[in-house]
């Protein structure tokens, strides 16, 4: 179906733009024009989408993408991989602004990251929203590092894991691991099978971590936390990803991941574009202030918001994307322009997905309207209105 969304202002990726008539076709951008004045000239509009024009007041953003959604809407990917599960964190999330994300799995039985794989491409045949692939979060990782990860599942390697890394039906595969547990060797053999290659839990020593980027490695999981620290004589992980300037890093900007001083350093030590806004989220994202859960067993309740299990550690997130998104203007003090960028372009940039991340003719119409308040009014997702606060008003 083609459509015209008349817009009052919109983002394209890089800066902001005035009134526009954006035209979507087979859920493709495929014109954009400039409005000078209030009347709306139905001659930019092409003649087989008049009946389809609608007017949006707020300001039309890129979707926002998210490398690591645990679960949402009372899901949890892990207690449930299934398409059905996706669909609700897909769901869950789109009403926050997330238009593209990867359903993450935390370490678990290779029995489960079969069958989260096997929902990932089905959900993906399904054409299910917003799913781009799967990020496997564990289970090689390092249990000094481990979180809440269950050390009883972290180990190395095998051929039945290999195998799932290795489908060539999961879209986006992503593995975060930790560097001294796995080879430089695997880690090449990784990358040859398309695989994405985070490093993270980790208590790596600069030097095994440099040697991982020579053999591929190409981004961090939520920098700083649970990876060896900074130090004088020792650089460690966190040092190795700031010194970096290939390498993308996930950041939580929620006040409790990161402290705002230690994210803005790290904002300005990387190159512009590499750091990227993550969630980390969990399923209370979208079920209110008293949403609890239960984490391989463990009791993981909120706070406010704050996840903690019941042991002491932070249990993920319940931050969500357009949250992630004001937090950074609010209390890292950047551009509205580049928290946007954060949460879009930059991750599309990383993911390798060029068709999302801007507001331009030839993109993925994956589109967030936000109202005055700069919180989530509408979502699009390939031209397709997946969420909305209040019905669009149809252009007169």
């Known amino acids: 179906m083609k459509q015209t969304l008349i817009v009052d202002k919109y983002f ?6 005035p009134r526009a008539a954006i035209t979507i076709d087979n859920g493709m951008i495929t014109a954009i024009n400039a409005i000078a004045d209030k009347g709306l000239d ?6 087989d989408a ?23 809407g009372g899901a949890l990917f892990n207690a449930e991989p299934t398409p059905e599960c996706i669909s609700i964190i897909g769901n869950a999330h789109a009403k926050f602004g997330t238009t593209g994300f990867l359903p993450t799995l935390i370490t678990d039985q290779v029995e489960v990251m079969e069958k989260a794989a096997d929902a990932v491409a089905e959900a993906i045949k399904l054409k299910t929203p917003g799913v781009l692939g799967i990020h496997f979060e564990g289970p090689h990782l390092s249990v000094p590092k481990k979180g809440v990860h269950p050390q009883s599942f972290i180990r190395e390697i095998s051929a039945a894991e290999m195998a799932i890394f290795a489908r060539q039906d999961l879209g986006i595969k992503l593995v975060t691991l930790a560097p001294e547990n796995v080879s430089v060797e695997v880690i090449k053999t990784l990358v040859e099978h398309d695989v994405k290659v985070c490093l993270g839990h980790s208590n790596a020593d600069y030097e095994t971590v440099n040697a991982a980027l020579d053999a591929g490695a190409d981004g961090f999981t939520h920098l700083f936390n ?3 620290g900074f130090g004088s004589r020792e650089p460690g992980m966190v040092g190795a990803a700031l010194e970096s300037e290939k390498a993308w890093c996930g950041l ?6 990161v402290h705002s001083a230690t994210a803005k350093v790290a904002i300005k030590a990387k190159p512009q574009g590499k750091v990227m806004l993550v969630t980390d989220a969990m399923p209370p994202v979208g079920m209110g202030d008293n949403a609890s859960f239960e984490l391989f067993g463990t009791k993981v309740i909120r706070q406010g918001d704050r996840l903690n299990a019941t042991t002491g550690e932070l249990a993920g997130c319940v931050l969500d994307m357009v949250g992630a998104v004001n937090n950074t203007v609010r209390m890292l003090g950047l551009r509205h322009e580049e928290a946007l960028r954060m949460a879009s372009l930059y991750p599309s940039q990383y993911l390798q997905k060029p068709q999302l991340g801007r507001i331009a003719v030839g993109q993925q119409a994956d589109l967030v309207l936000l109202n005055t308040q700069n919180n989530v009014s509408a979502t699009y997702i390939a031209g397709e209105l997946v969420y909305s606060s209040d019905r669009p008003q149809r252009a007169r």
């Open 12 to 17: 394209d990726g890089e800066q902001f733009q």
């Open 42 to 47: 139905l001659q930019l509009v092409n003649e």
């Open 50 to 72: 008049l009946e389809n024009v609608i007017h949006l007041q707020g300001t039309l953003v890129p979707g926002f993408v998210d490398v690591q959604v645990n679960g949402g």
């Open 226 to 228: 649970a990876m060896s």
């Open 252 to 257: 939580i900007v929620d006040g409790h991941h």
